[in-house]
């Protein structure tokens, strides 16, 4: 992600100030987390 947002810095400078959770929805992973799918996976919390 770090190159990707070099380059988007370089055509706006605006992006420099995006971090990653500009970037990414959580929403997916939580929905695992609340599902226990996680745990059934890994065995542990």
Do not use: W
């Amino acid at each position: 992600m770090r190159n990707t947002l070099e380059i988007q810095v370089s055509m706006n400078p605006k992006a420099a100030t995006a971090g990653a959770e500009d970037s990414v929805d959580p929403r997916f992973v939580e929905e695992l987390k609340k599902s226990g799918f996680l745990e059934k996976l890994y065995g542990r919390k």
